[in-house]
């Protein structure tokens, strides 16, 4: 009997085979003897894993007949000062089996369309998950989660891998109905500088109620109108990217502002606009048809900007080398754009015989491009916000001025007179457009610069 105390000692087993019985439960013996250690106790109470399991395959083996088994309701529970021997360690309990295999089930549909790991990095990020989150899943950044999940789409899925995304075209359609506002612009300019008299003001409305709508057809199709209904992830709501009204009101103001301040400040107007540069109420065209000869520029350095960016997309091999990449293209973007536009300002201004405000123009220009770029792409929000705060500006300027008007209120127009007296009528917008295209131009090579602004679209359930 000493002898079979010997064996039921817990230790390490003396017989050439028995280290190679049950190797599993190893793990979970060390963790309970841990466990006691740490406790400070020695069997002082019996331990989760020292209660046999009712439906384990193997019940406590009988020392006296090799072999035999023990049915479960006689097996006999060791107490607290029993030997520890026959007791079946239980395996540590598991989490999640596989929450990467669960991320690819909730993301399907992305990783059996993706062509490479950037495209799944691009849609994880697009639905919200960030470095942090990828942390959860024992991964060091977003890059890096996605390409497990892209070495596995082949061995979990059974879906083959699509083609890769063939790359956007200039397409007819569109290129046509981004020469339309210019065209419409250009012919209503020419019909309001050969009328006179009522029939001047009638053809001023109808030419402007047509390159509306000839900018709004434009703004619907091609590299210009609005992708992101389409794309994975949140989007602003469209009440926060409503930003036709302030559109209007800059547009207008670079054709009526300037010769209203200067009417105003002089204590004016007294009479409506004639429609010429050279009345009390003077209209400066070449500012409006610039920008409106600027779409097909604008559509075509938008179509140039995601040709690239969905190579990039292709081609680089993680979030920061993309954002890398990104960068200079859309700085490179803005800065083709502002010399069409440039180019275009100074050939007008000599066909109309206006001055030439470029910073003016340009700075609106600048404004209105960003604010499309970053709405074509989903970000509303932002150009929303900035559009109205500029358009403020401008409207607080000139409320001002007529504001001081009243008795013992002259000095607010102290800071409109002193800018205007030095810089001219033109600064007030160039400034409120200036500080505005710049705020947009930071933050669109933050949003911009992202992988899943530019994923493709998912397909139509």
Excluded at 109 to 115: K, P, S, T
């Amino acid at each position: 009997m000493s002898d079979l105390g010997e064996l039921d000692r817990p230790g390490t087993p003396t017989h050439p085979r028995a280290r190679d019985v049950h190797p599993e439960q190893e793990p979970a013996t060390t963790i309970t003897d841990s466990a006691t250690t740490e406790s400070g106790t020695t069997d002082s109470a019996p331990t989760p894993s020292a209660v046999a399991d009712p439906t384990a395959p193997e019940a406590a083996a009988d020392p006296k007949v090799p072999g035999s088994r023990k049915p479960a309701a006689d097996a006999k529970v060791p107490g607290p000062g029993e030997p520890a021997a026959g007791r079946k360690a239980s395996a540590p309990r598991r989490g999640a089996a596989d929450p990467v295999k669960a991320l690819m089930h909730r993301h399907r549909e992305l990783c059996e369309r993706a062509v490479d790991p950037l495209e799944i990095a691009a849609g994880l990020e697009a639905h919200g998950i960030t470095d942090r989150t990828a942390a959860r899943f024992r991964h060091r950044d977003v890059f890096s989660l996605a390409e497990e999940m892209y070495a596995r789409v082949s061995r979990d899925g059974d879906t083959p891998l699509p083609a890769p995304p063939a790359t956007p075209r200039v397409r007819t359609g569109w290129a046509l109905l981004s020469l339309l506002p210019g065209a419409l612009c250009a012919a209503a300019v020419t019909a309001v500088h050969l009328t006179h008299g009522r029939s001047r003001l009638l053809v001023a409305a109808a030419g402007a109620l047509a390159v509306a709508l000839a900018l709004r057809a434009a703004l619907r199709r091609g590299p210009l109108s609005r992708t992101d209904a389409d794309r994975p992830g949140p989007r602003p709501g469209a009440a926060s990217g409503r930003t036709a009204p302030w559109t209007v009101w800059l547009i207008a103001y670079s054709l009526l502002g300037n010769g209203l301040l200067d009417s105003a400040l002089a204590g004016g107007p007294d009479t409506l606009p004639t429609g010429t540069a050279d009345g009390p109420w003077p209209l400066t065209a070449a500012p409006v048809l610039a920008l409106a000869l600027a779409c097909a520029p604008a559509a075509l350095t938008a179509h140039l900007f995601t040709v690239r960016t969905r190579r990039r997309l292709g081609a680089s091999r993680g979030l920061e080398d993309f954002a890398a990449a990104v960068r200079p293209l859309l700085l490179g973007t803005f800065v083709l754009f502002l010399g069409a536009l440039a180019g275009l300002l100074t050939l007008c201004a000599a066909v109309l015989d206006e001055p030439a405000v470029l910073a003016q123009a340009l700075t609106l220009g600048s404004l209105l491009f960003l604010a499309r770029l970053l709405t074509t792409h989903g970000f509303t929000y932002a150009p929303a916000v900035v559009l109205t705060a500029a358009a403020t500006i401008e409207a607080a300027a000139l409320a001002t001025v007529f504001t001081s008007r009243l008795p013992g209120l002259g000095f607010l127009a102290t800071p409109v007179e002193t800018l205007v007296a030095t810089l001219g009528a033109g600064s007030v917008p160039a400034l409120a457009c200036g500080v505005a295209a710049l705020t947009l131009l930071v933050h669109a090579t933050r949003k911009l610069t992202r992988a899943s602004a530019h994923a493709p679209p998912e397909p139509a359930p």
